[in-house]
Nanobody, 122 residues
Framework: QLQLVESGGGLVQPGGSLRLSCVAS????????IGWYRQAPGKEREGIAC????????NYAGSVKGRFTISRDNAKSTVYLQMDSLKPEDTAIYHC???????????????WGQGTQVTVSS
């Protein structure tokens, strides 16, 4: 069974950092583009970061560019999202997503994780 499982969310103060992890099971990440989406209460779902096959190309939404970094370790079937300089508006449920042979960051994505909650508050 193909599955994505996120972890690493939690409560952090403004200006703090968190690193989210997304572990894939049932398939190898080598042939998949991986993205991170987030959804805050009352807001639309937002794609915030993407890393393509091979890991050489990444893309970020303007709201997180310069603060978040996406990376992948195919040997560990894991994708990471390093989040620095967190702001209260980053509070949301964060999902990792995957699509096979992904050569762009555009949706749709075939697989979605259940999500991990990130709360930025003092």
């Amino acid at each position: 069974q193909l599955q994505l499982v996120e972890s690493g969310g939690g409560l952090v103060q403004p200006g703090g950092s968190l690193r989210l992890s997304c572990v894939a099971s049932g398939f190898t990440l080598d042939y998949y583009a991986i993205g991170w989406y987030r959804q805050a209460p009352g807001k639309e779902r937002e794609g915030i970061a993407c890393i393509l096959i091979g890991g050489g190309s990444t893309n970020y939404a303007g709201s997180v560019k310069g603060r978040f970094t996406i990376s992948r370790d195919n040997a560990k079937s894991t994708v990471y999202l390093q989040m620095d300089s967190l702001k209260p508006e980053d509070t949301a449920i964060y999902h990792c997503v995957a699509k096979k042979w992904g050569t762009s960051c555009a949706p749709p994505y075939e697989y979605w994780g259940q999500g991990t909650q990130v709360t930025v508050s003092s």
